[in-house]
């Protein structure tokens, strides 16, 4: 199974984008799915995830902005990302994890977001 990350793309701040997460298959197992963004120069951290229950968390520096939600029928995650600043800048890479700790990751999309 392998996770195609899209959606990406140069928005100014103040704007939204929408990231999409699709598997392209049936990940067995899966309790999480989220999204982890890479800055220049930094570390990869998380920024939102969604638990199998529906309960999501968030990066503090994101919360009221990004929006983490799924459509499980497409196997699918979205990121709906508003109010974007310079600072949210980054390769934003989805993830999945299963109750077997094994990990997906998927290939990353560029957020550029221009003052």
């Known amino acids: 199974v392998q996770l195609q990350a899209s959606g990406g793309g140069l928005v100014q701040a103040g704007g939204s984008l929408r990231l999409s997460c699709a598997a392209s298959?049936?990940?067995?197992?899966?309790?999480?799915r989220g999204w982890y963004r890479q800055a220049p120069g930094k570390e990869r951290e998380l920024v939102a995830v969604?638990?199998?229950?529906?309960?999501?968390n968030y990066q503090a520096s994101v919360k009221g902005r990004f929006t983490i939600s799924r459509d499980i029928a497409k196997n699918t995650v979205y990121l709906q990302m508003d109010n974007l600043k310079p600072e949210d800048t980054a390769v934003y890479f989805c993830y999945a994890k299963t109750i077997y700790e094994k990990q997906y990751w998927g290939q990353g999309t560029l957020v550029t977001v221009s003052s």
């Open positions: 969604i638990l199998n229950n529906g309960i999501t």
């Open positions: 298959g049936k990940i067995r197992g899966v309790n999480v």
